[in-house]
C-alpha cells in the first residue's frame, strides 16, 4: 500500500475488505497512535446493514466488554463482569465456552476460572502450594484479581475461543466473514508474543471455511512473527498517518 493515500479511513477501510478478494489474510504494521482501533472500527460498521453484521473483531472495544468489581467494601469477592448486551457473547451459555478457553489459557497462564452465565461473571482462582516436604498442602484461593497482563490473556483466549468456532462454522457465528484483530498482546511479555503470533497463525492457516482477517499491531516481532508464518498467502502494508 507503500504510496497510495486514503482521504479517511472508511475509505481505506474500503480498501482492505477489495484487497481481501485476492488473499484471505491482511497484515498491518503502524505505530501506537495511528488510528489502527478506529480503523477497526470503520471496517465492521462497513458490513453493517441494520441489525445484520459481519465482522467479529478484537481491539480495546472488545476488552471494554469485561470490567472488574473489585468489592471495595469487603475486599473479598473480586469478579469480571460481562456485557451480556454484546453480540460477542452469543452462545456462550450454549457453547462450553469454560472448557474451550481454558485448554487455551492452560498454554499461557496458571490461574482457573469459572462464568456464571446467570449473573455473567466471571470469577478466578489459583492453586497454591504451602510447606514443604510431607507437610506440603495445596490450597485453592478463590476470588482472586489476577494481573493486567493476566487479565489481557484471558480475554484473548475467550477472544480465540469465539473464534475457533467461527473457523469450524459454528452456527451461533454464522454472520461472520471478516476478522479484524488489533494489537492483542499490551500488557505481554516477548515470550507470549511469540506463542500468540504462532498460534493464531496456525488457526488462521488451518481454516478452510474461506474467513478472511486483518491482524494490525504495533508490536514488532508479533508483527514479524506473523508474516513469518502466513507468507505469501497475506497482504503486508505499513500504515501511517498522512498516507497508507
Not at 497482563?149 to 471478516?178: M, T
Request: proline letters at 1%; charged letters at 30%.
Amino acid at each position: 500500500m507503500s504510496g497510495i493515500a486514503f482521504p479517511d479511513l472508511p475509505a481505506l477501510a474500503a480498501h482492505l475488505r477489495s484487497e481481501l478478494e485476492k488473499k484471505r489474510f491482511t497484515l498491518l504494521y503502524a505505530y501506537n497512535s495511528t488510528g489502527k482501533t478506529r480503523l477497526s472500527t470503520a471496517f465492521k460498521d462497513l458490513g453493517k446493514q441494520g441489525d445484520e453484521r459481519d465482522t467479529l473483531y478484537f481491539n480495546a472495544f472488545t476488552e471494554d466488554l469485561f470490567s472488574w468489581n473489585n468489592d471495595l467494601e469487603n475486599d473479598r469477592e473480586r469478579f469480571l463482569r460481562l456485557n451480556k448486551d454484546s453480540r460477542f457473547f452469543d452462545g456462550l451459555d450454549q457453547l462450553e465456552m469454560d472448557s474451550r478457553i481454558r485448554r487455551l489459557l492452560n498454554r499461557y497462564a496458571d490461574f482457573d476460572f469459572t462464568i456464571d452465565t446467570t449473573r455473567w461473571e466471571v470469577r478466578f482462582s489459583r492453586e497454591i502450594t504451602t510447606g514443604e516436604g510431607d507437610q506440603a498442602s495445596t490450597v485453592v484461593i478463590d476470588d482472586i484479581k489476577i494481573s493486567r497482563g493476566e487479565e489481557n490473556l484471558f480475554i484473548w483466549c475467550f477472544f480465540l475461543a469465539i473464534l475457533q468456532l467461527v473457523l469450524d462454522g459454528d452456527e451461533a457465528y454464522q454472520w461472520v466473514k471478516y476478522v479484524f484483530i488489533d494489537d492483542p498482546i499490551s500488557s505481554l511479555d516477548e515470550n507470549n508474543a511469540v506463542a500468540i503470533a504462532n498460534h493464531l497463525a496456525q488457526m488462521l492457516k488451518d481454516s478452510t471455511n474461506g474467513i478472511k482477517a486483518v491482524i494490525s499491531s504495533h508490536h514488532t516481532l508479533f508483527f514479524n512473527v506473523l508474516c513469518n508464518e502466513i507468507k505469501n498467502k497475506a497482504h503486508r502494508y505499513f500504515l501511517k498517518k498522512g498516507a497508507a
